[in-house]
């Protein structure tokens, strides 16, 4: 079961911040400039958590995880430039048989999600 999970962030060293950029869009989109949502399962999201607290400095960094219920996500609005609906992911396979993962760290090559 997936669930949307919406990361906010404050990190003031450009290099940490940088490093928790890219962990994070190992799993979820970058909807704003500190702001990243996405749907994970709860295994998704733990290991996201854990690679973000890898490289922030807990004493000086600010990282908030908000997970959203069904009925939750369905009362999200978004206005201005970008705001689409939010859907879940599809995944489109391009060698019958293999799995990927859109979001996550894998030496396999990963298929391209989109979005319906």
Same mark, same amino acid.
């Given at each position: 079961m997936t669930f949307l999970f919406v990361v906010a962030f404050d990190i003031s060293d450009d290099r940490r911040r940088d490093?928790? *950029?890219k962990a994070l869009k190992n799993y979820?989109?970058?909807v704003q400039y500190s702001v990243f949502e996405g749907f994970?399962?709860?295994v998704?999201?733990?290991r996201m958590r854990?690679? *973000?607290q890898g490289v922030i400095d807990l004493s000086a960094d600010r990282v908030r995880f908000y997970r959203?219920?069904?009925a939750c996500r369905d009362k999200v609005w978004a206005d201005g430039a970008g705001a689409g609906a939010l859907e879940e992911p599809v995944f489109f396979i391009d060698r019958p048989g293999e799995h990927y993962q859109k979001f996550g760290?894998?030496?396999r090559r990963r298929a391209q999600a989109k979005i319906l």
């Open positions: 490093h928790a *950029v979820i989109h970058r994970l399962t709860m998704q999201f733990n854990a690679a *973000v959203l219920c069904g760290k894998s030496n």
